[in-house]
């Protein structure tokens, strides 16, 4: 055990707080890197091996930042009021499955490494639309028609749990050409020619922002390449939505996100209702100014094909 905390100290360590994906998940970061530094080794040892306290107690003291209201915790499903919690993964006992432990007992197991530290900070910036998936994953728990016995709605969760970003877009021509060229895989339109529109911080009135929502993929990024991919959706918000602070910005994009996912997690969904963007290729995000770093066909590649029917708001 003091092995694996140790491991997670140290891999904590190599994640850059101030790396321009992390922007809606750097208070959080910072807050336990601080933690970490004022304790001794030992100290530090004992906080990463009970990681899940630390979470708990940090969600009781921020409870109004992070959920707008004062309870430390989020909503099990999309419409109860109860009290989600942290706890050891040792409290899942074998053969259960992790979604409907969740949803019994209002708890969430987690481990001490990256994967489950990265899923915690969705939970805080993103619990009712978190809850939504959980709720989805329960309803569909025991259909198993598709190939991996799981079924293709809850295929479609785990893509985006583990995978998916946010891009939300104004509602005006430029967020809907932004979009269109996103959903046809027209890099050029959508991240080259309107580049000026996407936000930074020193971007007056933006159209377009990425906010990223799968745990596998902050996990990725803490070693980013080029080739990483995330499944998308894409949600179109009025400009008020740019200029917000950014704890408003996410309870608004949580309440909208949350919607979408009770829209499109329905039978006959599938994982090709998301769609890909080349995540290092936001504008800001990474070295991508030249116009040469989207040339690349091996990472830009061209579209596969049109939706039947693009459910995104």
Not at 59 to 73: C, E, P, Q
Not at 135 to 158: E, F, M, P
């Given at each position: 055990?003091?092995?694996?905390?140790?491991?997670?100290?140290?891999?904590?360590?190599?994640?850059?707080?101030?790396?321009?994906?992390?922007?809606?998940?750097?208070?959080?970061?910072?807050?336990?890197?601080?933690?970490?530094?004022?304790?001794?080794?030992?100290?530090?040892?004992?906080?990463?091996?009970?990681?899940?306290?630390?979470?708990?107690?940090?969600?009781?003291?921020?409870?109004?930042?992070?959920?707008?209201?004062?309870?430390?915790?989020?909503?099990?499903?999309?419409?109860?009021?109860?009290?989600?919690?942290?706890?050891?993964?040792?409290?899942?006992?074998?053969?259960?499955?992790?979604?409907?432990?969740?949803?019994?007992?209002?708890?969430?197991?987690?481990?001490?490494?990256?994967?489950?530290?990265?899923?915690?900070?969705?939970?805080?910036?993103?619990?009712?639309?978190?809850?939504?998936?959980?709720?989805?994953?329960?309803?569909?728990?025991?259909?198993?028609?598709?190939?991996?016995?799981?079924?293709?709605?809850?295929?479609?969760?785990?893509?985006?749990?583990?995978?998916?970003?946010?891009?939300?877009v104004a509602d005006d021509d430029v967020g809907k050409a932004i979009a269109d060229g996103l959903r046809r895989f027209d890099w050029q339109t959508c991240l080259v020619q309107h580049r000026a529109q996407w936000a930074d911080f020193s971007t007056p009135n933006p159209k377009a922002q990425a906010f990223i929502f799968g745990h596998a993929l902050l996990e990725q990024l803490v070693h980013p390449r080029k080739s990483l991919c995330s499944h998308t959706l894409i949600i179109s918000m009025p400009q008020e939505f740019f200029a917000a602070p950014l704890p408003v910005q996410l309870a608004m994009l949580d309440d909208a996100l949350a919607a979408q996912l009770q829209q499109l997690l329905q039978d006959g969904v599938t994982p090709r209702e998301l769609h890909p963007l080349p995540i290092l290729g936001v504008p800001y995000f990474w070295d991508n100014a030249d116009p040469q770093f989207y040339a690349d066909t091996s990472v830009f590649r061209a579209g596969r094909r049109q939706d039947k029917q693009d459910k995104s708001v």
């Open positions: 055990m003091a092995g694996d905390c140790g491991d997670f100290i140290s891999q904590f360590a190599t994640i850059n707080t101030d790396a321009p994906w992390l922007f809606h998940l750097a208070d959080l970061h910072r807050s336990f890197a601080d933690a970490a530094a004022q304790a001794s080794d030992d100290e530090r040892l004992t906080l990463a091996g009970a990681l899940y306290e630390w979470l708990n107690a940090y969600f009781a003291k921020n409870a109004i930042t992070l959920y707008g209201h004062a309870v430390s915790g989020c909503s099990v499903n999309h419409n109860a009021k109860q009290r989600l919690t942290f706890t050891h993964q040792n409290d899942l006992p074998h053969g259960v499955a992790y979604e409907k432990f969740i949803g019994e007992h209002q708890q969430i197991p987690t481990r001490n490494n990256l994967h489950d530290w990265f899923g915690a900070c969705i939970w805080a910036k993103f619990p009712k639309s978190k809850a939504v998936l959980n709720a989805k994953h329960i309803t569909h728990l025991h259909d198993d028609d598709s190939g991996n016995k799981r079924n293709r709605v809850r295929d479609t969760i785990t893509v985006f749990d583990e995978n998916g970003a946010v891009v939300v």
